[in-house]
């Protein structure tokens, strides 16, 4: 499969904490892109980065890519309440296909 | 400059029946892509279409299962005779020809199908 794997499957934090998401990937991509989903929604797209970049932020977001790893890392900082949400990686590889990993399931506790 | 439009958002589907959904994507975008995501699962790529071309259609089940992307008009994603495990949120994704280290993806809402 070429589909990336996010880890962990699951996490639960304190609100006001930090998360942090993984991504792993398999192929060469030209960029990678994270989005956020509530329970039962659409995707929401948060931030892209070019296989040419190592690290991006916006606002409480930043996002690294290791692509000599072939992984992404997504951390959340001063998460809140509305930040809980299923977080998923998708990579835009060589042959223009974008293939999304299985997600991470982010709950922020009270 | 409307996003990416889908519908119907929900679809209610007798077994065996057809079901037809439609994406709309952004202007000026050429590429479509198909994604099936099952309750409390990841995004499962289905096909990946250009103007009147299929370019991807690995992920796309062999049979019942259709997706065309018309010179005019709208991307459309049949299935025909449907199953109660065909039940899922079918999302579309455009994006810009020319696909590079810039091109990102913008979703439609997506179309919940139920089939009943």
């Known amino acids: 499969s070429q589909q990336g794997e996010e880890d962990p499957q699951a996490l639960s934090i304190q609100e006001g904490e930090n998360a942090t998401m993984n991504c792993s990937y398999k192929t060469s991509i030209n960029n990678l892109q994270w989005y956020r989903q509530n329970s039962g929604r659409g995707l929401v797209h948060l931030i892209l980065i070019r296989s040419n970049e190592r690290e991006k932020h916006s606002g409480r977001l930043r996002v690294t890519l290791d692509t000599s790893k072939k992984s992404s890392s997504l951390l959340i900082t001063a998460s809140r309440a509305a930040d809980t949400a299923s977080y998923f990686c998708a990579t835009l590889n060589r042959d223009d296909k974008i293939i999304f990993g299985k997600g991470t399931r982010l709950h922020i506790l009270p | 400059n409307a996003g990416v439009m889908q519908n119907p958002r929900h679809l209610v589907r007798r077994r065996g029946q057809e079901a037809r959904l439609r994406c709309s994507p952004m202007k000026g975008h050429s590429h479509v892509y198909w994604y099936r995501q099952l309750p409390e699962e990841g995004l499962k790529f289905m096909v990946y279409l250009q103007k009147e071309n299929i370019i991807d259609e690995s992920g796309m089940p062999k049979e019942r299962f259709s997706a065309e992307f018309p010179k005019e008009g709208p991307s459309i994603l049949r299935i025909q005779q449907v199953v109660r495990g065909d039940s899922a949120a079918y999302f579309c994704?455009?994006?810009?020809?020319?696909?590079?280290?810039?091109?990102?993806?913008?979703f439609g809402q997506g179309t919940r199908l139920t089939v009943v």
């Open positions: 994704a455009s994006s810009e020809q020319g696909a590079g280290m810039n091109t990102e993806a913008f």
